[in-house]
């Protein structure tokens, strides 16, 4: 059976204000830009879906998503989505239209369907013209209307699309544009190439940082309830906040279509949860097994005379 999925936006009300401000903002000619970010399965994904679709009768709305493909990432993924949507939308000679011959040119580098591509020339002035024609491109669909942008899973971004988004923030600021760009926090660990870049967004005027909190006990209540369509019983708010922490996939994971909690969690949730720590050495992977056995708390002392002491505080520094 399918699992239940709240139809309900929960927990997000002083979230969905800042989003609401921000369009404002851009409708007023003021470009805005909100780095979103979150844990995975923190709804990052779910509040501009939702935001998207109150703004949706007063604003064109594109999207892209980037690609989760080592390093580096596949060039420009959310911008050639972004593109592409613009042409299936308006038309070849309309979008040509939008940006002018030379402007086509360039986006070709994107979507071939725009005909033949710029030659490369020098990589540096290449790039240059490429982010002047997604500029172009973006500054007349704004002047039709209020354009919001989602670009998801910045972590996963190339330091092209990463640079654009840079170029974009600080090239646009009386267009009625808002960018949306979201990341899981916990993927951008230190060194990580999107450090330098969130850095930099931030000093930029307009741009705001809103971090997902996870829900409280009684907001997974609402969502549980929501899920169900009647009142949970307590010791499955009880349970599934305990086992969930407030995440709201997490929370929607764990509840079977019954109403009970589930035993045993679906592959993928599971997935998403070892991700992270399957990228550690196997001597910090041994530790972490032997702290999930012990619980929210293990004693150093403990810990030890299970796992052994040898490298043990090397793989808990590597584990934090």
């Not at 308006?90 to 979008?95: E, H, P, V």
Request: hydrophobic share 45%.
């Amino acid at each position: 059976m399918k699992r239940p999925v709240s139809p309900l936006l929960i927990g997000r009300t002083s979230e969905m204000s800042v989003l609401t401000e921000a369009f404002d903002d851009a409708t007023g000619g003021r470009q805005r830009t909100i780095l979103i970010s979150a844990e995975g399965g923190g709804g990052k994904t779910r509040l501009i879906r939702e935001a998207s679709e109150r703004f949706r009768d007063r604003a064109l709305i594109l999207a892209g998503w980037c690609i989760e493909q080592g390093e580096p990432g596949l060039p420009y993924a959310p911008f050639v989505s972004i593109v592409r949507q613009v042409v299936r939308e308006r038309g070849l000679a309309n979008t040509v239209a939008l940006v002018g011959r030379e402007g086509a040119r360039e986006l070709a580098r994107l979507l071939p369907e725009l005909g033949p591509a710029s030659s490369e020339g020098d990589p540096g002035m290449a790039r240059s013209r490429l982010f002047e024609a997604v500029r172009t491109l973006l500054e007349a669909l704004a002047v039709e209307a209020t354009v919001v942008v989602a670009l998801e899973d910045l972590h996963w971004a190339d330091r092209g699309t990463r640079d654009l988004l840079v170029y974009l923030a600080r090239n646009l600021h009386h267009a009625r544009l808002l960018l949306l760009a979201s990341y899981r926090a916990e993927a951008v660990g230190e060194g990580h190439a999107l450090r330098a870049g969130l850095a930099e967004l931030t000093r930029i005027e307009g741009v705001t940082a809103l971090v997902l909190p996870r829900l409280s006990n009684s907001e997974v209540a609402l969502q549980l309830e929501a899920m169900l369509g009647h009142e949970p019983a307590p010791d499955v708010v009880t349970a599934v906040y305990a086992r969930g922490g407030g995440v709201p996939l997490f929370t929607e994971a764990m509840l079977a279509p019954d109403g009970s909690v589930r035993t045993r969690l679906p592959g993928s949730l599971r997935d998403l949860l070892l991700s992270t720590a399957n990228e550690l050495p196997e001597r910090c992977r041994e530790v972490l097994r032997a702290m999930a056995v012990g619980g929210f708390r293990v004693g150093h002392r403990l810990l030890a005379a299970v796992a052994g002491g040898k490298g043990l505080e090397t793989a808990l520094r590597a584990a934090v």
